[in-house]
């Protein structure tokens, strides 16, 4: 009797930790957000596995971008909305980093795979290949935080790859 019971509780316990979990109504808003974009931008490619919406404007040429190559991008990042979070368009250089490292969002990766030099792409990215549930933000001087990206934002970048330098083999 007492097993069963036992089964029972969890069973329970676990229907109600699913059921009050306010993750699950982020990621509706969030899908429903990219939907609401995709339909009134007549965007007609399919995401990606990752839920990543790739449009290419240029291909670019050569071979495609491989993981541990090192690239210099020149990008924009704004919110759906149309707010502009974040560029690089008049920096003297490009963001240069190595494409798989852990210290760029997972989704940038991954659409460079699908990029090659020369190739300018507008991409619709979800947060969970972004900033995630936690988003993104600094601390000023006196130690305040302020929040850049929030949690459960999808992005949209304009990503342009105009430098390229292929890993070395060993």
Do not use: H
């Amino acid at each position: 009797m007492g097993k069963k019971f036992n089964a029972a509780a969890l069973a329970i316990l676990a229907v109600i930790i699913v059921a009050c979990n306010p993750a699950k109504k982020y990621e509706e808003e969030e899908r429903s957000l990219i939907q609401d974009y995709v339909a009134t931008n007549n965007i007609t490619v399919s995401p990606d596995a990752n839920g990543i919406y790739y449009i290419e404007n240029v291909a670019g040429t050569g071979e495609l971008i491989q993981r541990g190559d090192s690239v210099g991008i020149r990008y924009t990042g704004n919110f759906l909305s149309g707010k502009k979070f974040d560029d690089n368009l008049e920096a003297d250089t490009p963001f240069r980093f190595r494409v798989g490292s852990p210290f760029i969002i997972e989704g940038w990766s991954m659409t460079l795979l699908k990029m090659k030099m020369g190739s300018k792409a507008k991409v619709i990215m979800p947060s969970k290949m972004a900033y995630g549930s936690m988003g993104f933000g600094t601390y000023d001087y006196y130690g305040n935080y302020y929040t850049i990206i929030p949690g459960y934002s999808p992005l949209l970048f304009e990503m342009e790859v105009v430098e390229l330098t292929r890993k070395t083999k060993k």
